[in-house]
């Protein structure tokens, strides 16, 4: 899933960057965390394959697993804010933003002890996010919404 993310960002690179270079070093920032990740999956699967056991958690390759799943949350988060004000792309912008309420509601149940905290939520509004950059662009009307009559309050 993570290369598929990489390649939605890249085959829509021009649409999302948009003249922007901000959104451009966001794009390539969670392209790079994308494909460490996928290596990172593709490494375990390859050692559980190779030995039974998954990779540890604790050394080095948790330490990038978690820095990477911590730069994708912010990285997607930053990118939804970048892509607020283009209505074609309101439907990923407003899907990648709500990442942070469901991140600190997420911490909010972690905190509160309960055992359904998990960083799941989250990184389903990452995937579909992400995925949504990869539909159609809609078409907007540029033009100005026509004005109905006005209704005096006076007159009513």
Do not use: K
Request: charged fraction near 15%; charge should be positive; proline fraction near 6%.
């Amino acid at each position: 899933a993570y290369l598929a993310f990489a390649g939605v960002l890249h085959a829509h690179r021009r649409r999302v960057d948009d003249g922007s270079r901000l959104r451009r070093v966001i794009r390539l920032a969670l392209i790079v965390v994308f494909l460490t990740l996928a290596a990172g999956m593709l490494a375990n699967t390859a050692a559980s394959a190779a030995t039974g056991e998954m990779l540890d958690g604790d050394g080095l390759y948790g330490a990038v697993a978690t820095v990477s799943f911590l730069l994708m949350f912010v990285g997607s988060i930053a990118l939804g804010f970048s892509l607020l004000r283009r209505p074609d792309m309101r439907l990923p912008a407003w899907t990648l933003v709500a990442i942070l309420p469901a991140l600190l509601l997420t911490i909010l149940i972690a905190v509160s002890g309960s055992p359904w905290a998990h960083p799941a939520y989250v990184e389903a509004l990452v995937c579909f996010g992400i995925a949504f950059i990869g539909l159609p662009p809609r078409r907007v009307d540029q033009r100005s919404p026509e004005v109905g009559p006005v209704l005096d309050p006076v007159r009513g």
